[in-house]
């Protein structure tokens, strides 16, 4: 079974700082990893993905994710955060054979401050 | 972008009663779920279906839910006997691939479910 822990459930920046969400995972085997957003009324949105092949995934909006397999993370990275990147953002994962059926975090609310 | 619609954005119904979420997926997509989130809780998987069948389920997912295809366009979820604790943020998604690598899910904005 797999199993996603996200550090902090309210993360708060000023604008144009450092975004750094925390994300970890336990899983038996080889996982693909997921950062979803959730803006206010609105559906889950892929930001990006992991799968195989190169560790560090950029996404949409100028976020990325490193996969670190020995520290068993998948922290999401923006250099300089946005008003409009206030959001709920959730990390996820699945098994490489399934990767339709996800397991999330319990999601981190992202506040930036002007 | 093409998008998944969830009807109603908001249900009430009292406990015991029966309840349809309904879901537009994306025309083109074959795969359909149904994902949930209780307040306060994780998104949870419920169910994936695929070619009329259900095809993963969680342990959540008991007699009292059910999903339909029922004309081709709308994918439903029907709770029979609502109870309590069904209270919470029900999400459909859809996705075109047929998994591994390439998958990826479209979330619709939710169906906010309260049972009193």
């Known amino acids: 079974a797999q199993s996603v822990t996200q550090l902090g459930s309210h993360v708060s920046v000023s604008e144009g700082a450092l975004v750094l969400l925390r994300c970890n995972y336990s899983?038996?085997?080889?996982?693909?990893l997921f950062w979803y957003v959730q803006y206010p009324n609105q559906g889950l949105q892929l930001l990006l993905k992991y799968t195989t092949g190169a560790t560090l995934v950029k996404g949409i909006n100028g976020f990325e994710a490193e996969f670190k397999k020995s520290e068993t993370s998948f922290h999401l990275t923006k250099p300089s955060a946005h008003m409009s990147d206030a959001a709920e953002y959730f990390c996820a994962v699945s098994l490489a054979s399934s990767a339709r059926q996800l397991t999330f975090g319990s999601g981190t609310q992202l506040t930036v401050l002007p | 972008e093409p998008e998944v619609t969830q009807t109603p954005s908001h249900q009430v119904t009292q406990m015991g009663q029966e309840v349809i979420l309904r879901c537009v997926p994306i025309s083109n997509h074959l795969y359909f779920y149904w994902y949930r989130q209780i307040l306060g809780q994780k998104v949870e998987f419920l169910v994936s279906f695929y070619n009329n069948e259900i095809s993963e389920k969680s342990e959540i997912f008991d007699d009292q839910f059910s999903v339909e295809r029922p004309d081709g366009s709308n994918f439903t979820l029907k709770i029979r006997s609502t109870k309590l604790e069904d209270s919470a943020m029900y999400f459909c998604?859809?996705?075109?691939?047929?998994?591994?690598?390439?998958?990826?899910?479209?979330f619709g904005s939710g169906t906010q479910l309260s049972v009193l």
């Open positions: 899983s038996s085997v080889p996982p693909y």
């Open positions: 998604a859809s996705s075109e691939a047929r998994g591994g690598a390439n998958e990826k899910l479209f």
